[in-house]
């Protein structure tokens, strides 16, 4: 063997002693970083469980946040919410038309038997009311106490032989004492009761067609514009087409107190009746009658 080879083979001897030596080397750097990974791994765990506890024991210390509340209460809806009981709905059953238009009916009978029954008794209400209302203490359709016998003369003297009292559409005239005898075989003793104090009641509507008649203060006389009816001072027809002579009302007599009721109308004395002979004692103030009776 020359002297390359024995160089060669020392050469490889000592590469191999390098190479073992170096990978022995490589092994306990490995083994030894192995260890050190495992040892740190370790801490890390023991690191990491000791800032959970550490975080759970500061969370369960601290007061809730405001998510915790807001998942808090809606954990509470919830649970109120909860259905009881059995909360199955319940099939709809459509009701029975035949039923169902008996009510109708029997609601619409009612509703007009209920309507009736109110008519009826708000005009029982009224009916009663009105009868128990007491009549009229004055006004047309009443006793009317027109004054004092001797005032009511002065004021009808005052007007000119007539005095007009509205409140009663009635005329107030005097009755001569002269013309009584006469009066007693031919008026009702209503219409008496006034003639024998000197008064007379006369309505103003015309017996004919129902006109307001005036008087006349050159003829004194009444005479009715409408057709031309004329009666004397005290109602008694003397021309025209009435049919007699003016209805007047019954009167009364109350101390000194004439009084007239407008609720009983007197038929007028019939034609040709003349108790106190009265003719016209001036100009007519209407035109010739037509139609004279
Ligand atoms: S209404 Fe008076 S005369 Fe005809």
């Known amino acids: 063997m020359n002297g390359f080879w024995i ?9 191999a002693v390098v190479f073992a030596l170096l990978g022995a080397a490589s ?11 495992t040892f740190s791994r370790e801490a890390l765990k023991r690191d990491k469980a000791a800032r959970k506890a550490k975080a759970r024991e500061e969370a369960a210390s601290a ?19 909860e259905p009881v009981g059995d909360t199955k709905p319940v099939a709809w059953v ?15 009978n009612r509703s007009i038997v209920a309507l009736m029954g109110l008519g009826i008794a708000g005009f029982a ?18 006793k009317i106490r027109v004054g004092k016998i001797s005032d009511v003369k002065a004021d009808i003297e005052a007007n000119n032989g007539f005095l ?47 006109c307001r008649v005036p008087s006349c203060n050159s003829s004194q006389w009444f005479e009715c514009p409408c057709h031309g009816s004329k009666f004397n001072q005290v109602g008694e027809k003397k021309g025209g087409p009435a049919p007699r002579g003016m209805d007047r009302f019954a009167t009364e007599v109350a101390g000194d107190t004439f009084v007239v009721n407008t609720g009983q109308v007197i038929a007028g004395p019939p034609i040709g009746t003349n108790t106190t002979g009265q003719e016209a004692e001036g100009p007519n103030c209407i035109g010739a009658a037509t139609g004279e009776h």
Do not use: N
Request: proline share 8%; charged share 15%.
């Open 94 to 108: 459509a009701p029975d038309p035949e039923v169902l238009d008996q009510s109708r009916r029997a609601f619409l």
């Open 27 to 37: 092994r306990r750097e490995s083994t030894s970083a192995t260890h050190g990974a």
């Open 63 to 81: 007061p809730p946040t405001g998510r915790e509340v807001e998942v808090a209460a809606a954990s509470a809806r919830s649970a109120a919410l």
């Open 164 to 210: 007009y009292q509205p409140e009663g559409r009635m005329w107030i005239t005097e009755y001569p004492a002269a013309a009584l005898p006469k009066a007693e075989s031919t008026y009702s003793p209503a219409e008496l009761t006034g003639m024998k104090v000197g008064l007379v009641a006369l309505y103003q509507k015309c017996p004919h067609l129902g």
């Open 125 to 142: 209400a009224g009916a009663f009311t009105a009868f128990l209302w007491p009549t009229g203490s004055s006004g047309f359709g009443s």
């Open 7 to 15: 160089a060669l083979l020392v050469f490889a001897g000592v590469a």
